[in-house]
Every structure is written in C-alpha cells, then in structure tokens.
C-alpha cells in the first residue's frame, strides 16, 4: 500500500497558539488528500478533503477559519490549527487517494495536546 | 443519514479461538467497504476492499465478507499479534470519496 507521513508525530502547545501539521505522500502523487480528527475511544471523523490547487472542502461544523489546509503539491497538504484550545486536543490523521482508487492510506497521526 | 455501526464494542479471545467481527451499514449508495486495523496511537493500516454484496476477500487469518446490509470480518485461530482496534468505514456515491468510519471493535487475544 501507499505510504504517508506525517510530522511532528506529537506536540503540545500552550493555549492561543498555532500548530502547523504536515501530511507528505511519500510514493505516488496523491491529488486528494484527507484529514482526519479522532478523539480518544472514538472512531475517525472526516475533517476536510484537500484538493492540490484547489480550496479544500470542509465537513460541516469544521471551522475552516480554524483548521487552516493547505495542499500546495501533490505530495504535501498541510493542516494548521490556529489560535489552539485545550478542545482541540486530539488525534490528527490524514490519508491519501491516488486517482481512480477509491483506497485511502493514512499516516501515523499527529497527538496534539494543548494545555 | 449514512450511517455505520460495529459489533462488538469490544472481544476478548483466547489464542486460537475464532470469532467474526460484525459491520452494518445503512447508506444512500455503497461505493466501497473497507476495513482497516488500528494499533494504540497509531494510523489505520488497510485491509480490505469489498464493492459487491457476496464478495469475499482473505489475508492470514483475516477473511472479509460484504452482504447488502452487513459486512463481517472472520479471525480464525487467532494470535496475541491480533490484538487490535479493527474499523469498519463505507464509501458512499457522489461526488465526494469520504469515508464514514464505525466506532470500532477492540480486540483482545489473550495468551
């Protein structure tokens, strides 16, 4: 299967500060990237889907002003949590798609904890 | 509304004991039905792909099955290795590839 990175595999952040999470698809260039959020003893709930180039598309109750997605190649999408709250202490997953493969591989995860 | 729902919540086995992991789903449109293992504090790991009621699919001792309403995911003589969280998720038609995930079934293979 495909293989996804992700970096930094933890980090803590104080309150009111942002955090930058990069997704890398290490061996095909995946046009659609995903994110994913899972809270403990939860399964995972779609964030947003990025497109490369394009604006990413959220799920509803996502604040997009919030969870920042950028997919500016067709190897990196980056998710950036602004302004971070001890709510927003989670799992962050993404997953890629190669064209015409319904198939999502995911990444590691990011643990975020904000204090 | 899509909707995807496992059974058990949890399972706990002796090695060697199998047992079927149960996923039911109500969707507008099946596209895809996957099943993924989840390790604590890691990503999902692919399984399996099912697309059609009647389709069966096998790794090891895993074996996927797909009916119109249910999937079901056979362990046979299972191994401590196996433990994990073992997730459920549905592709349904449109315009979108999201997936829908379960909540999972934690399993245990005890020594």
């Known amino acids: 299967g495909a293989v996804v990175s992700q970096h930094p595999s933890r980090v803590i952040c104080k309150s009111g500060t942002s955090v930058k999470i990069e997704c890398r698809s290490l061996d095909f260039q995946a046009t659609t990237m995903f994110w994913y959020r899972q809270f403990p003893k939860q399964s995972l709930m779609l964030m947003a889907t990025s497109n490369e180039g394009s604006k990413a598309t959220y799920e509803q109750g996502v604040e997009k002003d919030k969870f920042l997605i950028n997919h500016a190649s067709l190897t990196l999408s980056t998710l950036t949590v602004t302004s971070a709250h001890p709510e927003d202490s989670s799992f962050y997953i993404c997953s890629d798609q190669l064209a015409g493969v319904e198939t999502q591989y995911f990444g590691p995860g990011t643990r975020l904890l904000v204090l | 509304e899509d909707q995807v729902t496992q059974s058990p919540e949890a399972l706990r086995l002796q090695e060697g004991e199998s047992s079927s992991l149960n996923c039911s789903y109500t969707v507008s449109g099946l596209r895809g039905l996957f099943w993924y293992r989840q390790d604590p504090g890691k990503g999902p790991e692919f399984l399996f792909t099912?697309?059609?009621a009647g389709e069966e699919k096998e790794k090891e001792r895993l074996k996927a099955t797909l009916t119109k309403k249910e999937s079901f995911l056979h362990i046979t003589a299972p191994k401590p290795e196996d433990s994990a969280t073992y997730l459920c998720a549905v592709q349904v038609g449109g315009a979108t590839n999201k997936l829908i995930f379960g909540t999972g079934t934690l399993l245990a293979v005890q020594p």
């Open positions: 099912l697309y059609s």
